[in-house]
């Protein structure tokens, strides 16, 4: 589950001392929930289902998906995935695992070189937008109401 901050909960700016609002907080949503609905039927590789999105009572945002299943990367290091193997007598059962934290990395490493990539590369577009809008990146930018040196941008 994503969810929206309540301006509540949110960081106060020193500068303007209301909650820190994103302008393009709710586009941002809307276009990663279009992203997951489009690599869910078009990729080839796990995308978690979109269980359900919009706004709740409050006006807040929200996105609900599926838990892909897996074992967290980190989770192999701190507790031994084949302790018979990794130790003669069993004394990593529970314990640490340096070959367990690398076998981990390397799998990882092996899924997103040969299935990951390939499969997002072979996923072309004609257009730069999703669902007809592009967000434009992270920087200095101003609203188109803002006044920049006289000129609209
Ligand atoms: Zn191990």
Redesign the pocket.
């Known amino acids: 589950m994503k969810r929206e901050i309540p301006l509540s909960k949110r960081n106060v700016s020193s500068l303007m001392g209301k909650p820190i609002e994103n302008p393009w907080f709710k586009v941002h949503f809307q276009n990663e929930t279009a992203a997951l609905q489009r690599l869910r039927s078009q990729a080839k590789i796990p995308v978690p289902n979109l269980r359900s999105w919009g706004e709740d009572s409050e006006g807040l945002r929200f996105l609900e998906t599926d838990l892909v299943g897996g074992v967290q990367l980190e989770r ?1 290091g701190k507790e ?4 018979n ?2 130790s003669l007598n069993g004394e ?1 059962i529970g314990k640490s ?1 340096d ?2 934290a690398d ?1 981990a990395q390397k799998n990882l490493s092996q899924f997103v070189e040969e299935k990951l990539l390939p499969n997002l590369k072979s996923l072309t577009s004609s257009t730069t937008r999703l669902n007809e809008f592009v967000i434009p990146p992270r920087g200095p930018w101003a609203l188109s109401t803002d006044q920049v040196g006289g000129l609209n941008v």
């Open positions: 192999p031994c995935r084949m302790p193997f990794h990593k695992c070959q367990c076998l």
